[in-house]
């Protein structure tokens, strides 16, 4: 399965899934802060830089 396969089907599962009710999305809010969660939605929302192989500055 490609990375973009897989991507996908979670896409799929978690869309499908039934909404949470107020007991379960409060539970979820205290678990996970929303500092948290904002810094994971930029982290995946920002492109990844790849750095050349082989390249070193001077120490």
Do not use: C, F, H, N
């Amino acid at each position: 399965m490609t990375r973009e396969e897989r991507r996908a089907y979670i896409r799929r599962v978690v869309d499908d899934a039934p909404p949470l009710d107020s007991e379960d999305a409060d539970r979820l809010r205290a678990l996970i802060p929303m500092g948290a969660r904002v810094q994971a939605e930029r982290t995946a929302a920002a492109p990844r830089k790849r750095r050349p192989a082989g390249r070193r500055t001077a120490a």
